[in-house]
Nanobody, 123 residues
């Protein structure tokens, strides 16, 4: 059973940067795809970015393309989400999720979820 733990959230001013990390325990990310999703109050869960652990293929939501970068660290078995040029509309709880197989934007296809970490961007 893979368990995911996010870290790195916090409060930042608009235009600032944050780096989120997703660590796996109870297993490894080998052969998995890892995604980041976010959910703001009163809104549906939204896809942010995803990466294939095996191929390194990445996919981004249009709203974060060019500002966010997802990457993997094989040695640490972690996936990071580097967020730059943050906007107030990026405020949300960010969660990482993992699934076997290919990358997808669809949250219901992910098998494992972390608890989430709050990101707040002030204007």
């Amino acid at each position: 059973q893979v368990q995911l733990v996010e870290s790195g959230g916090g409060l930042v001013q608009a235009g600032g940067s944050l780096r989120l990390s997703c660590a796996a325990s109870g297993g490894t990310f080998s052969s998995m795809s890892i995604g980041w999703f976010r959910q703001a109050p009163g809104k549906e869960r939204e896809f942010v970015a995803a990466i294939s652990w095996t191929s390194g293929v990445t996919v981004y939501a249009d709203s974060v393309k060019g500002r966010f970068t997802i990457s993997r660290d094989n040695a640490k078995n972690t996936v990071a989400l580097q967020m730059k040029s943050l906007k107030p509309e990026d405020t949300a709880v960010y969660s990482c999720a993992a699934k076997w197989g290919i990358v997808t934007r669809t949250p219901t296809l992910y098998d494992y979820w972390g608890q989430g970490t709050q990101v707040t961007v002030s204007s």
